[in-house]
């Protein structure tokens, strides 16, 4: 069985950091990129980051850019993602995928994501 476990997530004041992490089971995820997206109740879930295989790559969002980091420790089969920096508008529910492989667009789309993490919350107050 297949399972992301994100963790890390919480509340933070305007201009604060958080780091998630996001534990991989079930699947080697060495071999497939790896993303974060985040969902607003209402909203469509976006990409905001993702990284190749092998950590060469890492794309950001334009919203996220300069703020967040995205990196992964494949012997240790997580995904990280750190937030430095954080706004109000960057309150959401924050998911980590393993992407299908052979994906590497950016902008990442949900379409490409072959699992999903349950999703972890994270809210920053102004």
């Known amino acids: 069985q297949v399972q992301l476990v994100e963790s890390g997530g919480g509340s933070v004041q305007s201009g604060g950091s958080l780091t998630l992490s996001c534990s991989a089971s079930g699947y080697t995820i060495s071999t497939v990129c790896m993303g974060w997206f985040r969902q607003i109740p209402g909203k469509l879930r976006e990409g905001v980051a993702s990284i190749t295989p092998t950590s060469v790559y890492s794309y950001y969002a334009d919203a996220v850019k300069g703020r967040f980091g995205i990196s992964r420790d494949n012997s240790k089969a997580t995904l990280y993602l750190q937030m430095n920096a954080l706004k109000p508008e960057d309150t959401a529910r924050y998911y980590c995928?393993?992407?299908?492989?052979?994906?590497?667009?950016?902008?990442?789309?949900?379409?490409?994501?072959?699992?999903w993490g349950q999703g972890i919350q994270v809210t920053v107050s102004s």
């Open positions: 995928a393993a992407l299908k492989p052979g994906s590497f667009d950016w902008p990442i789309s949900t379409g490409a994501v072959q699992f």
